[in-house]
């Protein structure tokens, strides 16, 4: 079967740095997705990568390995606006979206 | 119209009763998509549609059916809505559904609850 898996859940510090993995396991890879939904609202999209490395995106990077079937979003100078669930989506050989269950960051002051 | 507009923003259903939740995009987007979000879950595809015209199953389609007529409007029906299908439906859209960087634009969503 395909499966995304990350943390439930997560806590940083304002101003501090944070790094939520993502592991997947699909029917073929056509790209991974990283987007940001807060509470109540639609997920909007932060980022993609198709292929191995990091790219980054102002306070944001995401990093891939396909051989490891491995991502991470890095967050950095986290702000209170940052709390929010954080969904890893992999497109599959079908080129339908496979989503985790996303990983829920708190920002403390 | 800016963007995915879903209606209603929410509604509370008894079981049994028809209902059919809208979504209208102005993007010209190729492809739309139904999710349903439950708690602790992922987003999960119920259906989708690459192409006026054209529709297909998602991950999970039971109960639900949709229709393409036109580019902008991919409407899903419950024909006979049970509490299982309490939850919340996001329907998005894409550019292409099968090519390229293409990420998804999502409305507001729909919270239904099934009585």
């Known amino acids: 079967g395909q499966n995304i898996d990350q943390p439930t859940e997560m806590t940083a510090t304002e101003g501090a740095i944070v790094q939520i993995n993502c592991t997947y396991q699909?029917?073929?890879?056509?790209?991974l997705f990283w987007y940001q939904q807060h509470a109540g609202e639609a997920p909007t999209f932060l980022s993609y990568?198709?292929l191995d490395g990091l790219e980054e995106k102002g306070r944001f990077s995401s990093f891939l390995s396909r051989s490891k079937g491995y991502s991470y979003l890095l967050l950095k100078e986290l702000q209170m606006k940052d709390s929010a669930s954080y969904l890893c989506?992999?497109?599959?050989?079908?080129?339908?979206?496979?989503w985790g269950a996303g990983t829920k960051l708190i920002i403390k002051p | 119209i800016a963007g995915i507009t879903q209606a209603p923003t929410s509604q509370i259903l008894a079981a049994g009763r028809r209902m059919t939740l809208r979504c209208t995009q102005d993007?010209?987007?190729?492809?739309m998509y139904w999710y349903r979000q439950d708690l602790g879950l992922g987003l999960r595809l119920i259906h989708y549609s690459n192409t006026a015209g054209t529709t297909g199953k998602g991950e999970v389609p039971d109960g639900y059916s949709v229709s393409r007529a036109n580019t902008d409007d991919f409407p899903l029906t419950l024909a006979s809505a049970v509490p299982s299908q309490t939850s919340v439906y996001f329907c998005?859209?894409?550019?292409?559904?099968?090519?390229?960087?293409?990420?998804?634009?999502f409305g507001p969503g729909t919270r239904l609850t099934v009585l």
């Open positions: 993007m010209r987007h190729n492809a």
């Open positions: 998005a859209s894409s550019a292409s559904g099968t090519s390229g960087h293409n990420e998804q634009f």
């Open positions: 699909t029917s073929g890879f056509n790209g």
């Open positions: 989506a992999v497109r599959d050989s079908n080129y339908q979206l496979i």
């Open positions: 990568n198709v």
